[in-house]
């Protein structure tokens, strides 16, 4: 079951915007403060989650959402396409859910006597698959080449997806009846995992003044205020990004967090080498969010916890203790020197 809003976007080239002295430094933070303006207009708090997608979006990267329902990770996802002036598209994971239900499927004209690419709702901007886990595996993995190579392969032909493709995946991490979970694989793909838990008590009640009648939910649910945020603008932040210098030490330091991942006695599979690279992309941005024009050790640990602890399987000795993912990764911070 899907849900879409707004006019598909082709797979084309963009114009290239390149930009020089101050307005390329500050290009990032200038994207973060228009997408946070933008969003706080419809969504109360939030503000972890609204930095790692600022920091996906710039990185090409794809966020993966733990937490309850009924937080308001559709409107979020509704909200940040629309400021972004792009479409926005929703998947509901079930059990039926077919590969085909995502990717599109070829169907027969018989008008013009041949058959015609039905695009499905993978042909988006910002794509929310809500509870994914819910979805077989099957149908998880029509998200993979997606999400890995913005394309998608029907029938021997390749589709190109929207330049500025961006997945939000969801799942209820406190319910595992019914769900399938995800795959190494597919956790990989992943650029950060976020958590999202219920708000403060001053955010909650600002939620029910601003939406305590019925016309103000259907105001916003139907559809959020349109944005005006250029694509350009993201190209310069990734061109700001870009700028940040890296150390060789810092290099070191982030496959020094990998190969530890991969010696440690209670994890069965540490951290890929596309998980490295998120790492560093990931500690690039941040950096430049606050401005700085090289990455220090406080940026990476910053991010460590949003990259790895989804990347990590943990050893069945380690399960039976009741150890976390989020835990070892704590240790593994411990274990490597910090670079001085």
Known sequence: MTESSGTILDGGSRPETRGTGTESRNAL??????????????V???RE???????????????????PPGLGKTLLGKSLAAA????????????????????GVHVFDETAHKFVFHPGPVFTDVLLVDEINRAGPKTQSALLEAMAERQVTIDRKTYRLPPAFLVIATQNPHEFEGTFPLPESQLDRFMMR??????????????????????????VANKPPPGDIPVEQIELARQCADAVHVSPELLTYILGIARASREHAQIALGLSTRGAL??????????????????????????????????LTLSSEAALEGRTDRELTRALLERVPVPR
């Open 84 to 103: 972004l002036s792009g479409r926005f598209t929703r998947i509901q994971g079930t059990a039926d859910l077919m590969p085909a239900d995502i990717t």
């Open 278 to 311: 998120a790492l560093l992309l990931a500690a690039r941005v941040a950096a430049g969010l606050r401005g700085s024009e090289f990455v220090t050790p406080d940026d990476i640990k910053l991010v460590v916890p949003w990259v790895v602890p989804h990347r």
């Open 194 to 219: 976020v958590g999202m838990d219920f708000p403060r008590a001053d955010e909650e009640t600002a939620v029910l003044e601003r939406y305590g009648t019925i016309a103000a939910a259907a105001a």
């Open 29 to 42: 933070q200038d994207l973060e403060n228009r997408i946070e303006e933008r969003l706080h207009g419809t």
């Open 49 to 67: 989650l609204i930095r790692a997608l600022v920091i996906a979006i710039v990185a090409r990267g794809h966020v993966l959402v733990e937490g």
């Open 44 to 46: 109360v708090g939030l």
